[in-house]
């Protein structure tokens, strides 16, 4: 049995990502109806992502001049430079994702092998210990 | 004013979009495309070589009506602008004269 509708996450993705991206899901789910093919669907979201993605890179920013001192301009760098940066301890490419994938892991672990736990208990304790190493690196490095 | 001629992508979009009419969207300037020329279309290549003909004032587009078949979304209708015309007209002029006086492909036309 073939479904109707295209996946939802191709086309939750395409307009999440693509600006007018609407047509082109509502072009998607029509094309389907007559040709159900989600590998093809999910070429032409790709696509059409990186194409949107590619096109956020070459769009020409303005530049923000402004009437700056110089006395100004030496503190924004001094600031610039000193301001401590946060550090990912979570080690996740994309912010905010740290934590909801650890929970995940534990969920599985608890669930299918629920012997691994003293191992993550490891994990957990060496990544606080990297974590407080790299802060204090980090601090030295600052003073 | 200078000719605008056409990649052979653009060409087929625009020779697509005057085909279907005044409801040209993108299912089907691609199937035109496809069931003419037998060339296999990408709805979102088509939709960035729309773009890109929008932003050149070869064509124009305004939305049109929400329809349950589209998941209650609306379709973009295209139509060729006066200026694109004049390209699509440029275009064939440019290609037919480097068409003649080929004689390979002169003696595969008679």
């Given amino acids: ?3 109707r509708e295209p996946p939802r996450l191709a086309l939750a993705l ?3 990502f693509a600006p007018d991206g609407t047509f082109l899901a509502g072009d998607l789910i029509e094309e ?20 949107a993605l590619r096109r956020q890179d070459d769009e020409i920013r303005p530049l923000h001049l402004v009437d700056l001192q110089p006395a100004d301009a030496i503190a924004r760098t001094r600031n610039a430079v000193l301001r401590p940066k946060p550090i990912n301890l979570a080690a996740s490419p994309i912010a905010g994702t740290g934590g909801l994938a650890i929970a995940l892991l534990a969920l599985v672990a608890t669930l299918f092998m629920p012997g691994v736990w003293w191992l993550l208990g490891v994990a957990l304790l060496a990544g606080i210990g990297l974590g407080v190493l790299l802060i204090a690196l980090h601090r030295r490095t600052i003073g | ?26 299912v089907q300037i691609a199937r035109e495309i496809e069931a003419t020329s ?28 929400t329809t349950p078949q589209r998941g209650g979304r609306a ?8 200026r694109g ?10 290609l037919v004269a480097m068409w003649r006086d080929v004689p390979q492909l002169k003696e595969k036309l008679t």
């Fill in chain 1, 1 to 3: 049995m073939t479904r």
């Fill in chain 1, 14 to 16: 395409l307009e999440h």
């Fill in chain 1, 32 to 51: 389907y109806r007559h040709h159900p093919s989600r590998w093809r669907v999910w070429c032409e979201v790709l696509a059409a992502i990186a194409r």
């Fill in chain 2, 1 to 26: 004013m200078p000719r605008h001629l056409l990649t052979d992508f653009e060409l087929m979009i625009l020779l697509a979009v005057l085909r279907v009419g005044d409801e040209a969207y993108g």
């Fill in chain 2, 38 to 65: 037998g060339r296999r279309v990408l709805l979102g290549a088509a939709y960035a070589a729309l773009e890109r003909l929008e932003k050149n004032s070869l064509v124009s587009s305004s939305v049109g009506d």
């Fill in chain 2, 75 to 82: 379709k973009r209708i295209f139509q060729v602008t006066p």
């Fill in chain 2, 85 to 94: 015309l004049r390209a699509v007209r440029d275009t064939r002029e440019a």
